[in-house]
């Protein structure tokens, strides 16, 4: 089991304080007919608990609580949960209780051991599962359709399956079952291995994904209101194998994988363009590092090729597969995308950060239902965007994410709903120029309540009416209520204005329920 920075620090605190205590021992013996002697000496005979000093239970030779205390914590410094059982970890915490005035008397603090204990039984014997569940109802008013539209969606249905093993814990497994109607199916949309590999790296075998571009994302919105777009190339499902080294500065980070015939991590929103599957029948490679130069400045590098001779991004039909393009599809020859994040915090409640990515590639064909790209060649390219992420401690009622980018015509993101994101629309790549603008505040009022307000704006060039720019928007407010630890509910209201002539409303309200377990 991993040793925590704060039970290392117990060891030599205890153990720097042992001579000093011991001339001034304040604590009295602990009878020789006590049970912790032998409730650790159980332990340490189902080699759970070692690190305490030789002799101390040998013989139920007489102590004193300082002395149990601090062995105490030593143990739970190394204790190997592999070895444990339900009854072994109830007698763990009735330890902790027994010594809670002592071990807070040695500057240990007990909530701190409490957690530890807390993880190790949710551990037991190597396997962690949990889980996530978010219920939506959903109302849905469009211009085009006055009738309203209501359904029952799950939007998350998740559960994880994990597990540790080895020395130090440096084996893991986790696989997640993805049951979510946005997934189509019930299946193992992650799957895989970590391990110890050459020069102290790490190295992730199976189905999984790597979000290399979250601190650029938009923040300040509850949980239970999120509807913010995805990242633009990284944080989808990939089969193949990653590589992570950390040093110093950082972290470096690479993946060799085969992404075609991926059907759960890039899937489409229905109300964009109603298919199920996606494909893209190429080989992917990716390099990134990430590298924090102080506790204000960090840099971001990265950069991702899809390598193939007919690499196409489909979205087909389950009864069209393999059929001619359709709305939604793309075909290049080959995809390069690198980019560059500066992140720069002010102080702990203020930060800039700015991103920056270009592409390079050869695209033949690209459709999607306003436009039409045939036998074209674009060669590259880019997309921008800086962002002010101030916390809600320096203005103290509010938090606010403001955020202002560009994408140059073509630009294509991993999903549907990358570039233009709203419950009723959306683009995974930029039918032309395009600017936008998002404003995010969010309010969290107490441990039970939050609310947040946003805008997105946007301007297309020469995509409206008499080629005027298209200027989609969406305005939306909500309120979060966490019930308990386990479920939080909200409730949300998105006003989208996303027609090419600028008549269309649509109204959507959202109420969803999401558990944890």
Known sequence: MKKLAVLIAVVLVAALAAPALS????????????????????????????????????????????????????????????????????????????????????????????????V????????????????????????????????????????????TWGEDDEYQFVARLNGGDYAREVAFDRF?????????????????AWNWEKDYKVGGIPATGSWLGDTQITDWQWNGLGLTKNFGLGTVQAVVAHSGGDRYGMNNRAATIPTVDTFWNDWMFMLRGSFQFTEQFALDLGGQAFIGDNADRRYTDL????????????????LWTIFAGLRFNFNE???????????????????????????????????????????????????????????????????????????TFGLYFAPDDMKYWRVVLGQEWNDKWATHLFYYGYKVDNMGNDGKDWKPAEFGLGVQYNLNDYTTMGLNYVHVKSDLDGTDNDNVVRFRTAVSF
């Open 23 to 118: 001339e001034t021992n304040p604590f009295m013996d602990v009878p020789m007919n006590h049970w912790a002697y032998d409730a650790i000496g159980q332990l340490a005979a189902h080699g759970i608990l070692s690190g305490y000093p030789d002799g101390l239970y040998k013989g139920k030779q007489q102590t004193t609580r300082y002395e149990m205390a601090s062995a105490l914590a030593r143990a739970l410094a190394v204790v190997d949960m592999t070895k444990a059982s339900k009854q072994d970890v109830e007698m763990l915490k009735k330890l902790v209780v027994e010594f809670k005035d002592e071990l807070e008397a040695l500057g240990v603090r007990v909530d701190e051991l409490d957690e530890r204990v807390a």
């Open 349 to 423: 409640n203020v930060a800039f950060k700015g991103i920056f990515y270009h592409q390079d590639m050869n695209l033949e064909q690209a459709n999607t239902r306003t436009v039409t790209w045939d036998k074209v060649d674009r060669d590259n390219a880019n997309h921008w965007a800086v962002m002010f992420d101030i916390k809600q401690a320096l203005l103290k009622f509010t938090s606010v994410w403001l955020e202002y980018g560009q994408y140059k015509e073509g630009f294509i993101a991993r999903s549907g709903d990358s570039i233009f994101y709203a419950p």
């Open 319 to 334: 009864d069209n597969v393999g059929e001619p393009y359709q709305n939604g599809d793309i075909h290049f020859k080959n």
């Open 192 to 208: 895989y291995v970590e391990m110890p590999f050459f020069f102290d790296s790490r190295l992730t075998l199976g189905r999984f």
């Open 120 to 163: 190790l039984e949710d551990r037991l014997g190597g396997w962690h599962i949990h889980g996530d569940l978010a219920l939506d109802i959903n109302y849905q008013k469009n211009q085009e359709s006055p009738d309203p539209d209501g359904e029952i969606t799950f939007d998350d249905a998740k559960i994880w399956i994990e597990r």
